[in-house]
């Protein structure tokens, strides 16, 4: 069974460009949530997307938004980068979205912005 | 606001001692309880998580018990390891929350040969 796959792995960008990164699901998982760690605190939640569908928005601005593809696998933009976008991005996947279902985690995406 | 709240870290224990990391949350309703564990440069792994009062969750040594009246979930282990050496985070989901997770700040473990 392949767990949760992030690309890439590290990233590095200027102030005011936009940035994608991506996600695969751990097999059979209908549910990604996406999560900014910035260094130091603990994660905290962006969105979620449910069957191609975005299911629940963390406090970000819009300028982070996102996709689900029909396999579940999932993209982050970011658009107008921000110094403080600077992070550790997290994806994770679930069977389902109720309180008691697991999110397993990928290895993240470190994104630097200069 | 739902928060969780984790002691301060760092802390720092010799091989085999007694480990506890204290955990307490604020929720409007019924939340499960989650401590996931990050090894450094690694992403998150559940280490275990209770879903309603006086569940225990339990997963290679490491115990927590969920309790209602504290609004505790404090991570204990008998006797830690030098491979336990992580950052440790205490977390929670709440019914209507599209099960997001809430984090705290994490604790940073070390464990001393």
């Known amino acids: 069974e392949t767990g949760v796959t992030q690309s890439p792995t590290h990233l590095i960008k200027t102030r005011g460009q936009q940035v994608t990164l991506r996600c695969s699901s751990q097999?059979?998982?209908?549910?990604v949530s996406w999560y900014q760690q910035a260094l130091g605190q603990g994660p905290q939640f962006i969105f979620q997307?449910?069957?191609?569908?975005?299911?629940g928005r963390g406090n970000f601005p819009p300028r982070f938004s996102g996709l689900q593809f029909p396999n579940y696998s999932s993209e982050l933009n970011v658009n107008a980068l921000e110094l403080d976008d600077s992070a550790l991005y997290l994806c994770a996947s679930s069977l389902g979205q109720g309180r008691s279902d697991t999110q397993y985690f990928g290895p993240g995406t470190r994104l630097t912005v200069l | 606001g739902n928060s969780v709240t984790q002691m301060e870290g760092p802390v720092t224990l010799s091989e085999e001692a007694f480990l506890t990391i204290n955990c307490t949350y604020t929720a409007t309703g019924y939340p499960s309880l989650f401590w996931y564990v990050q090894y450094p440069g690694e992403g998150l792994q559940l280490l275990l998580k209770?879903?309603?009062?006086?569940d225990k969750g339990s997963n290679k040594g490491f115990e927590a018990t969920y309790r209602k009246e504290t609004t505790s979930f404090h991570l204990e282990k008998g006797s830690v390891q030098v491979s336990d050496s992580a950052v440790y985070f205490c977390a929670l989901s709440e019914a209507g929350s599209q099960g997001n997770l809430i984090f705290g700040k994490g604790t940073k473990l070390s464990v001393k040969p």
């Open positions: 997307y449910y069957r191609e569908e975005e299911n």
């Open positions: 097999s059979g998982h209908n549910t």
């Open positions: 209770a879903t309603k009062a006086d």
